[in-house]
């Protein structure tokens, strides 16, 4: 049985997200928890989570490899990691190693793993 996953229940998978996703428990409003379910045992979940995702980063042409170029990106990845809501997580996509030694910089964790993307 699929189940959607609120209140106390919700609470007893605290533990699970810091041992096995290094991550805390996301807030009821910033994503679904929904469950497969039987005879009252939890046997998977997933997490449909709100996310503010960044990948599409562009610098004018003339720019382009410059301290200037990298100076504008900084800037924009300072402004929005400060402004994500409380309770929100943020997926920055680095697209070669400078960007990822910046979100580093910054404060960001490197997740393994390979991004799948589903536009509608």
């Known amino acids: 049985m699929l189940k959607l996953i609120n209140g106390i229940e919700r609470e007893s998978l605290r533990g699970i997200y810091e041992s096995?996703?290094?991550?805390?428990?996301?807030e009821e409003g910033q994503a679904n928890i929904v469950a497969c379910i039987e005879d009252?045992?939890?046997?998977?979940?997933v997490t449909a989570e709100?996310?503010?995702?960044?990948?599409m980063w562009w610098v004018?042409?003339?720019y382009r490899?410059?301290?200037?170029?990298a100076s504008l990106i900084r800037t924009l990845a300072?402004?929005?990691l400060r402004n994500?809501?409380?309770?929100?997580?943020?997926?920055?996509?680095?697209?070669?190693?400078?960007q990822g030694r910046?979100?580093?910089?910054l404060g960001l964790r490197e997740i393994k793993g390979t991004v799948y993307r589903l536009d509608r």
């Open 78 to 80: 300072r402004y929005l």
């Open 102 to 105: 910046l979100f580093k910089k």
């Open 65 to 69: 490899k410059t301290s200037k170029a």
């Open 20 to 26: 096995e996703f290094d991550s805390a428990l996301p």
């Open 50 to 55: 709100t996310l503010i995702r960044t990948d």
């Open 60 to 62: 004018s042409p003339p």
């Open 84 to 98: 994500i809501p409380k309770g929100s997580s943020a997926i920055v996509i680095a697209r070669d190693e400078n």
């Open 40 to 45: 009252d045992e939890l046997l998977a979940f």
